[in-house]
T-cell receptor, first 112, second 114 residues
Framework: DGGITQSPKYLFRKEGQNVTLSCEQN?????MYWYRQDPGQGLRLIYY???????QKGDIAEGYSVSREKKESFPLTVTSAQKNPTAFYLC???????????FGDGTRLSIL | AQSVTQPDIHITVSEGASLELRCNYS??????LFWYVQSPGQGLQLLLK??????LVQGIKGFEAEFKRSQSSFNLRKPSVHWSDAAEYFC????????????FGQGTTLQVKP
């Protein structure tokens, strides 16, 4: 069954710690995206990748990093430089630019 | 700059009543437009999309939307709402260029009264 898998569903970060959120897709999509969702603010784009080994900053990339070494995987690292990381993180993929995006079920990150 | 506005943060309708969720966009060319739905703690599910052609678009779960260029609107409608439609609804526009970037509205939360 094709889809996008995000893990873990819940994640806790200590002060000064980096954490990595996993996103895997088996849809054979070229493009992948990371969004941050805060209450009342809709979705904001963190990073996106249109092809393997290439990615671009979105609107709120500071304090985050990504890699795209494999077509099916697009992990997001929330670094200690991100001072307000508590949010719901959503990963998405699409066949190509401007095609509909398919979303995972999200990871909720909280601070200990 | 491109933007999407959903004027209604929260809407309550009775089960069986009709529904219209508003979406206005700012965009310099023919936009790609989407409506997504999100249940609490879940990801987003695509309801429908508009790329070109017929301005009345049919989607899943009995939803439809109409693209009106003159009003820069893409309102979502459903003739008869079911309790299971209670969720948050997001309108989105594709950014210029073939980047795949989407610009989302802030969402409208739909509550359905029995």
């Amino acid at each position: 069954d094709g889809g996008i898998t995000q893990s873990p569903k819940y994640l806790f970060r200590k002060e000064g710690q980096n954490v990595t959120l996993s996103c895997e897709q088996n849809l054979n999509h070229d493009a992948m995206y990371w969004y941050r969702q805060d209450p009342g603010q809709g979705l904001r784009l963190i990073y996106y990748s249109q092809i393997v080994n290439d990615f671009q900053k979105g609107d709120i990339a500071e304090g985050y990093s990504v890699s795209r070494e494999k077509k099916e995987s697009f992990p997001l690292t929330v670094t200690s430089a991100q001072k307000n990381p508590t949010a719901f993180y959503l990963c998405a993929s699409s066949l190509s630019g401007n095609q509909p995006q398919h979303f995972g079920d999200g990871t909720r990150l909280s601070i200990l | 700059a491109q933007s999407v506005t959903q004027p209604d943060i929260h809407i309550t309708v009775s089960e069986g009543a009709s529904l219209e969720l508003r979406c206005n966009y700012s965009y310099g060319a023919t936009p790609y437009l989407f409506w997504y739905v999100q249940s609490p703690g879940q990801g987003l599910q695509l309801l429908l999309k508009y790329f070109s052609g017929d301005t009345l678009v049919q989607g899943i779960k009995g939803f439809e939307a109409e693209f009106k260029r003159s009003q820069s609107s893409f309102n979502l409608r459903k003739p008869s709402v079911h309790w299971s439609d209670a969720a948050e609804y997001f309108c989105a526009v594709g950014a210029q260029g073939n980047t795949g970037k989407l610009i989302f509205g802030q969402g409208t939360t739909l509550q359905v009264k029995p």
